[in-house]
T-cell receptor, first 115, second 111 residues
Framework: EAQVTQNPRYLITVTGKKLTVTCSQN?????MSWYRQDPGLGLRQIYY???????DKGDVPEGYKVSRKEKRNFPLILESPSPNQTSLYFC??????????????FGPGTRLTVL | SQQGEEDPQALSIQEGENATMNCSYK?????LQWYRQNSGRGLVHLIL?????REKHSGRLRVTLDTSKKSSSLLITASRAADTASYFC???????????FGQGTTLQVKP
């Protein structure tokens, strides 16, 4: 089954404790992206990657890191989480065709609480 | 940066009625997409309309696009309780694959 998986689905942590949220897709998609979703603010892009070893900042990259060493994986790293990073996080992937079709497939989400 | 603004923010209708949601955006686009999100879950792609298209259908969904007004609408006909969800428009305006999402319309369909 074609899908995007994220782990963990739920995480409660404390300020400053480094964490990684994994994202994996099995559709051989070049493009992968991380979003956070907050009430009243909608979905905001954190980082994206157009291919292996190519990553770039989205609209809200502060406090986050990513890596793209393999095509299928795109982990989100919070080196020193803070309470304002409490949010619902989504990973997405797509078969990128510049200026054309860009339907994104979303993972199930990771609900993160930073105390 | 928020490209899309959706209207209404919330909509409550009876089963069998039609639901219309609107999306406005600011810059020129390659395409506009509609997604659905059930509470707390991942978004699911519904339909994509390219900038040179004016109308598109998929089952009970009808999407229109007016590039002169920079607006789109999503019509769900003969709604069902299972259509209860949030609906988001997203615009693709760049060559980087980036989508910019609207704030969403929360639809409640009462049985």
């Amino acid at each position: 089954e074609a899908q995007v998986t994220q782990n963990p689905r739920y995480l409660i942590t404390v300020t400053g404790k480094k964490l990684t949220v994994t994202c994996s897709q099995n559709m051989n998609h070049e493009y992968m992206s991380w979003y956070r979703q907050d009430p009243g603010l909608g979905l905001r892009q954190i980082y994206y990657s157009m291919n292996v070893e190519v990553t770039d900042k989205g609209d809200v990259p502060e406090g986050y890191k990513v890596s793209r060493k393999e095509k299928r994986n795109f982990p989100l790293i919070l080196e020193s989480p803070s309470p304002n990073q409490t949010s619902l996080y989504f990973c997405a992937s797509s078969l990128f065709v510049p200026g054309q079709h860009n339907e994104q497939f979303f993972g199930p989400g990771t609900r993160l609480t930073v105390l | 940066s928020q490209q899309g603004e959706e209207d209404p923010q919330a909509l409550s209708i009876q089963e069998g009625e039609n639901a219309t949601m609107n999306c406005s955006y600011k810059t020129s686009i390659n395409n506009l997409q509609w997604y659905r999100q059930n509470s707390g879950r991942g978004l699911v792609h519904l339909i994509l309309i390219r900038s040179n298209e004016r109308e598109k259908h998929s089952g009970r969904l009808r999407v229109t696009l007016d590039t002169s007004k920079k607006s789109s609408s999503l019509l769900i006909t003969a709604s069902r309780a299972a259509d209860t969800a949030s609906y988001f428009c997203a615009t693709d305006s760049s060559n980087t694959g980036k989508l910019i999402f609207g704030q969403g319309t929360t639809l409640q369909v009462k049985p």
